[in-house]
């Protein structure tokens, strides 16, 4: 029996010579490709600025300090995203305040405003598994209290909220393409987004030494750029976002219908049009489950097994941690079942019969119960 992988890239002769025609092409860093993919990245999401960087994390570093952040601002975050979310602002000075998340695993809008001192500069909501924070409730806290919102869109591309593609609602955005997220380069990248130009142009040459010309440095920067090869690769990846995105959606539905009432299936909050990054369940079983799984071929993972505001590099730095009553919970029980762009049906009906056969036993063991 074949073996079902948790996720795939997707690779196909259209990249492979994209591929090599870059490699061929003589440029290799920040050229035309590399100018071509930015633009066709804004235009996707409807910013008017998209920054190439050679990750989210770079990218969100970059965009921190042109943004200004600095020495004893907060910026309120969730606990529950990958720890890369929050490392950006450490590194600026800045501290971050964790608050919960609601249903959707996203940013709770009911926990902000609770959250927020007179040092609090920014919101940085993560639109976590594909799924969209509600961003209305949001913008509203964040306008009433004159703060920006930073969407981590790492994990969404593609992914609409009220209509409106996440990454273009928020003050700036920022996107990875890590091999293993809906749109990736196949190797290490990221970018930001922005309608402010004045910011576009800090982060464009912070990431290539603080030069607005070749032997001009007009501040002191860094060499986090994008390589052409990369964004060959990207822009036929972008060309097939959508396809790859409706074929999470179909085997999300697929999960959901086969999973009810068997497991605890993510909401998709009616505003949503989720891109299911991952397709995550929750139940006491969790850890029994991904064995039974595993034993028949079927890979799972834990995303993520540790919350951010109990991780070792953050208790050790601040003494003023929050408790977390549904972060805290829910990571010992959730479950990211195989899903990507080219998951054949058939595979996720494995997956689901599977699932279901194990809770017959439970159930003829006496235990079960919908989690
Ligand atoms: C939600 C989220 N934010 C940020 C990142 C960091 O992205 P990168 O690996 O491109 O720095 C990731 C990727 O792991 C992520 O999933």
């Excluded at 609601?102 to 959250?115: G, H, I, N, R, S």
């Amino acid at each position: 029996m074949n073996k079902i992988p948790l996720s795939r890239v997707f690779l196909n002769d259209e990249i492979r010579e994209a591929a090599l025609r870059a490699l061929d092409s003589g440029s290799y860093i920040l050229g035309a490709e590399s100018r071509a993919f930015e633009e066709e990245l804004a235009a996707y999401v409807g910013m008017k600025h998209c920054v190439l960087s050679s990750s989210w994390t770079a990218a969100v570093m970059l965009l921190h300090q042109a943004m200004g952040l600095s020495e004893g601002d907060e910026v309120i975050i969730p606990s529950h995203t990958a720890f890369p979310s929050v490392e950006p602002l450490i590194h600026c000075g800045a501290k971050p305040v964790f608050v919960d998340v609601d249903e959707t695993y996203c940013l709770d809008p009911a926990a902000v405003e609770a959250a927020i001192t007179p040092r609090t500069v920014g919101i940085l909501p993560v639109h976590l598994y594909g799924h969209p924070a509600d961003m209305d409730r949001i913008m509203a806290v964040a306008e009433r209290h004159k703060l920006w919102v930073l969407e981590d869109c790492a994990q969404a591309h593609g992914a609409r909220y009220r209509g409106r593609r996440v990454g273009s609602i928020g003050t700036a955005s920022a996107f990875s393409f890590y091999p293993s997220k809906n749109l990736t380069v196949l190797g290490d990248g990221g970018c930001i987004m922005t309608n402010d130009d004045q910011v576009a142009e800090k982060v464009r040459m912070l990431r290539n030494h603080g030069r607005k010309s070749k032997f001009t440095h007009e501040m002191v920067g860094y060499n986090l750029r994008f390589n052409e090869i990369q964004a060959a690769v990207g822009r036929v990846m972008l060309r097939h976002l959508d396809a790859l995105n409706a074929r999470r959606r179909e085997v999300g539905a697929l999960y959901g219908e086969r999973l009810a009432g068997l497991v605890e299936t993510p909401t998709e909050a009616p505003w949503a049009e989720s891109v299911y990054h991952m397709y995550v369940i929750r139940t006491r079983e969790r850890d029994a489950l991904a064995a039974w799984l595993k034993e028949r071929g079927i890979a799972t993972g834990i995303h993520y097994p540790v919350a951010n505001h109990q991780q070792p590099a953050i208790t050790a730095r601040y003494d003023d941690i929050p408790a977390l009553p549904r972060t805290e919970a829910l990571v010992g029980e959730i479950l990211s079942l195989p899903i990507y762009g080219e998951l054949p049906i058939a595979d996720a009906e494995r997956v689901a019969a599977a699932i279901a056969e194990y809770r017959g036993g439970e159930k003829a063991r006496g235990a079960g119960g919908a989690r």
